[in-house]
Structure formats: C-alpha cells, structure tokens
C-alpha cells in the first residue's frame, strides 16, 4: 500500500514538472512546445492566439508618394484657380500678376473658408501698390480675416505705416476688433509700433479704448518698455495718469516690469509717483 501511494506520488511529481515544463516553453517557443504537455492537463494551457501576429511592413517612398495628399489639398478653397492665384500673387507682391488676374475676372473680395482675402495678405505684407489697386477695384477694407483681424489691422499689426493711411482714407474702421479684444491701436502699442501709431491717432485721437485685461494703449506701451510709442502717446495727448480698469497707471507696469526708459519718460512728463519707487529699477 505505501509502495504503491509512494509510486503515485512520484507520477504526480512528474506531471507537475512536465507541466511546468511545457509551461515555460510554451510562452517562450510558443505552440510547438505545447505539444508535450500531457493531454490531461492540456487544459492548464494558456489559450492559444485568437491570429497569427502579422510580420511587420514597411511602405516603400513610392508607395508614399501614392498616399500623401496633395500639396494643392492643403491650400485654401475658393471659387475657382484664378481667385486662389489672386490670393498668392497679393501675399507674394507680384502686382503684375494681380493686375492680370483681376483682368481675366478674379473677384478682389473672393476668400476661403478661413476668411483669408487678397486685401489682408497685401496689407500684412507692406505691399502699397497691390493695396491701393485692390482697393480701386473695389475690395472691402472693413472685411475679416484669421483671427478676426482687418486689413487695417493686420497692417498696424506689421507696422506699415504707409498702409494703415490708405486703408483710413479708403475707410476702413479704426474701431475694428480682432478676435482677441484689441483695436489696431492696441496692437500697434503693444509691440511698438511707433509710426503706426502716429497715423492711427491723427485720424482718430480715442486714446481710452482698453483691451481685455483693463489696460489701455498707455499702459501696453509702458510694459512692454517701447519708449518711443509710448513717446508718441503723450505726445498726442495720452494723461501719463491714466488708470486702467483695475486704477493702475502707466507708470506701475514700468515699474513692475522694471522698464527703466519708459518709467523715467512717464515721471518727466508728469506722471505721479505717490507710493511708487523708482528704487526698483537699481
């Protein structure tokens, strides 16, 4: 009896080995090893793959070259060829080529569905000639674009001086917003566009229009440490003691942003220091 309960104990063992055995190899040879599992305990087995594992490709340049889009795909939708060259020749300063497509028919207003216009793309680029032909063809200067901004105001936006005075005069809006609350005042005073800022404030001298943080062009002018626009704002009669909505001058955003020209400019010409240091710009 004890011989015989010893035998069976050593054939479980050996099935528990064997077991074992075609386990490891199973995961590490896959199916061919699990052949030698005993068919009683087959079932133990993890469960064979649903599908043989693809092997891996590779896709050839020229198969590539079958499926990458179209260059043309990527380019704005318009009405037809002769609006959408309109649109490059405008942007590239070609003014032959623009005369040429506005001959043959091309709409100076046609746009894409982004709402880019010839009229923008020559404004943003400083090309006057194309500018003043689109416009005596008849091209909006009031329409918008990307982000919501005018010919007027892409031009503040570039500095172009020359075209922000021929857009005004064409009538285009100094009021105009762009999609993130500035006029083109705002704009050309945030980045210091001085001569812009000139030509904007003769034709319409509102110096209190505020963009979405509550700071007027004063203020813009004074942190961003433009000397020379901000020159040009007091010049035309800006208050150095403007507050903005939050009853901060000028001359805090100097001091705040340690703008040692601007913060002296604003002091010499009358702004009040009150609480304010200039001992933070040593």
Request: glycine residues 8%; contains cysteine.
């Amino acid at each position: 009896m004890r011989c015989t309960r010893f035998q069976s104990m050593i054939i479980d063992t050996r099935h528990v080995f064997a077991l074992a055995a075609g386990l490891l190899l199973a995961c590490l040879g896959g199916a061919a090893a699990a052949q030698d599992v005993p068919a009683d305990l087959e079932w133990l087995l993890p469960p064979a793959p649903l599908r043989e594992p693809r092997a891996a490709s590779r896709t050839t340049p020229g198969q590539f070259a079958d499926i990458k889009p179209d260059p043309d795909a990527l380019e704005p939708i318009y009405a037809d060829a002769a609006e959408r060259t309109l649109f490059r020749a405008a942007r590239a300063g070609d003014l032959a080529g623009v005369k040429a497509l506005l001959a043959q028919g091309a709409r100076p207003n046609a746009g894409d569905h982004q709402g880019n216009r010839p009229l923008i793309a020559a404004a943003a680029e400083g090309h006057i000639e194309i500018t003043r032909l689109l416009l005596e063809r008849g091209a909006d200067p009031g329409v918008k674009g990307p982000e919501g901004r005018t010919p007027l105001g892409a031009a503040s936006l570039r500095g172009h001086a020359l075209i922000v005075r021929l857009l005004l005069r064409a009538g285009a809006d100094a009021e105009a917003k762009s999609d993130n609350g500035n006029t083109p005042l705002l704009d050309a005073a945030q980045l210091g566009r001085t001569a812009v800022i000139r030509e904007l404030l003769a034709f319409d001298p509102d110096l209190l229009r505020f963009n979405r943080d509550g700071l007027p062009a004063l203020a813009l002018a004074a942190r961003e440490g433009h000397a020379a626009a901000l020159l040009a704002l007091l010049d035309h009669g800006a208050d150095p003691n403007t507050l903005d909505r939050d009853g901060r001058p000028a001359l805090f955003w100097a001091l705040f942003k340690k703008r040692r020209a601007a913060a002296h400019l604003l002091v010499e010409r009358g702004a009040e220091i009150g609480v304010m240091s200039l001992a933070v710009l040593d």
